[in-house]
């Protein structure tokens, strides 16, 4: 692909970006500031499911901000959410109204499944802006620091204002978002990654998402986050996060994996408990979710086996697994877990990849 700008003053750049999950969550933003997180969380990178965006930067002729297609076709539903990014990030980036940005993106596994699509879509539209940034600055070696930030914090930074789970899928290390005293440089504005490499137990964990239900979520997760303002146990969760943050990261170094299940499951349950103790309270886990996670504690029980799970703002279970034991996860997979999914349906990931230049 033709990177530099041509003779016709048009970009063209391209990249792939994975979803991620969340160990320790982000729920609930702090006051003030554009999408700012109250607590830091902490993410593996799902490198198989992913977003690819092409973007091409043409002059611009008329008022249009952008064109957006999704694998090819006009796709106007995705449009509104667009549309406020880039304006948004408009005076981050004053080059944007120079251009039509003509936007296709396509994600490798089903819309609608309830997989943090908006992560990887925004994620790797970001990578694409941050790219064109640079090309920009005239520097096709993506070295140029933009506001103090190297070319992947950028991408972070502004695809948090896109999505803030997204600012977490740049990194092929554990990516921290939000300050912390347990990693140097965390920030708020954007994702760091961690700055070790994780324990060997720790280090080739895997991911299946198993599909409980696969419709709209009856309450979004920009609605869940509001939801926190004047939330009874706010503060409290807040504090439990940033303990769990210290704890998660100290268990990646040590290799401490039981302390890690602890932290991991438990998160996803403070999670959800937030949602049930908000006014409105709601429930997103569904008898299946509930199913599924006890099933993986008796199976655990049995076997001893590295093994736990974690929840989204949904009623599907992140079934997590050291990669050593793949055969003996999968067989419980599709012998004991798979009635409970939604027409048999479940995802498979491997963690820990960056994004790739398309
Ligand atoms: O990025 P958002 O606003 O969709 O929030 C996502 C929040 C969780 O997925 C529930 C947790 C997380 O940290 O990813």
Known sequence: MEKSI???????????????????????????GVQLPANPSISWSLGDLYASTIVQALPRENDQAFVFTLAGESKPSFEPKIASFLTKIASDCPWLVDFTLHIDSQNNFPHGTGIASSAAGFGALSL???????????????????????????????????????????????AVWGQTPAVTGSSDLFAVELDFETHPSLSNWKDVVLIVDDG??????????????????????????????EGIVLSMK??????????VESEALQLHSMMMTS????????????????????????????????????ANVHFLYDGKIEETVMN???????????????????????????
Request: net charge positive; with cysteine; charged share 15%.
């Open 128 to 174: 694409c802006l941050a790219h064109i940034e640079q090309l920009l600055l005239g520097d096709s070696s993506l070295q140029s620091e933009v506001g103090g930030m190297n070319f992947w914090q950028r991408s972070s930074y502004l695809s948090r204002i896109g999505s803030g789970s997204a600012c977490r899928s740049m990194f092929a290390k554990p």
């Open 6 to 32: 041509n003779n016709s003053g048009s970009i063209r750049v391209g990249y792939q970006c994975p979803s991620n999950i969340a160990l320790v969550k982000y729920w609930g933003k702090k006051e003030g």
């Open 216 to 245: 709209e979520k009856s309450v979004s997760s920009t609605a869940g986050h509001a939801l926190l303002t004047n939330h009874p146990y706010a503060e409290a969760r807040f504090g439990q996060a940033q303990k769990n943050l």
């Open 279 to 314: 006014i409105p309270y709601y429930v997103l886990m569904r008898p299946n979710t509930l199913a599924i996670i006890e099933q993986i504690w008796s199976f655990r029980e049995q076997t001893g086996l590295s093994i736990c799970f974690t929840l989204d703002a949904g």
């Open 332 to 358: 419980f997979v599709n012998n004991t877990l798979l009635q409970y999914c939604k027409n048999g349906q479940y995802l498979c990931s491997n963690t820990g990849k960056r994004p790739v230049e398309l």
């Open 254 to 263: 040590n290799g401490d994996v039981k302390s890690f299940i602890e932290i």
